[in-house]
């Protein structure tokens, strides 16, 4: 069973920082590109980073800079560094996952791009 957990969201002040983890079972890393998304209420649901299987990374300019997305595969964990974080980061995180080819063009990318999903986990960020 392909299960994906997300931890590490809270409330920081804008400029601190956070690390997202998502812990993954039913799969490794060599067999599936593995992303972040990010939905603020009322907004569509925003890709802000890619962990391709070749170890190809890539971000949104939103959050290029900023955030930086890394793998432990002793762990089976994804992990997600913010920092310098805005309150417009403010927004429910989600890791997923892709087995299979992904297109290779990170604009053409989008939520449907990715099978497995965690449950998210909310970051909030107050000015």
């Known amino acids: 069973e392909v299960k994906l957990v997300e931890s590490g969201g809270g409330s920081v002040q804008a400029g601190g920082s956070l690390r997202l983890a998502c812990t993954v079972s039913?799969?490794?890393?060599?067999?599936?590109?593995m992303a972040w998304y990010r939905q603020a209420p009322g907004n569509l649901c925003e890709l802000i980073s890619t962990?391709?299987?070749?170890?190809?990374?890539e971000y949104a300019d939103s959050v290029k800079g900023r955030f930086t997305i890394s793998q432990d595969n002793a762990k089976n964990t994804v992990y997600l560094q913010m920092n310098a974080l805005k309150p417009e980061d403010t927004a429910m995180y989600y890791c997923?996952?892709?087995?299979?080819?992904?297109?290779?063009?990170?604009?053409?990318?989008?939520?449907?791009?990715?099978?497995?999903w965690g449950q998210g986990t909310q970051v909030t960020v107050s000015s």
């Open positions: 997923a996952a892709k087995g299979g080819p992904l297109d290779s063009v990170y604009a053409s990318l989008s939520p449907d791009s990715y099978e497995f």
């Open positions: 962990l391709r299987r070749d170890g190809r990374t």
């Open positions: 039913g799969f490794t890393f060599d067999e599936v590109h």
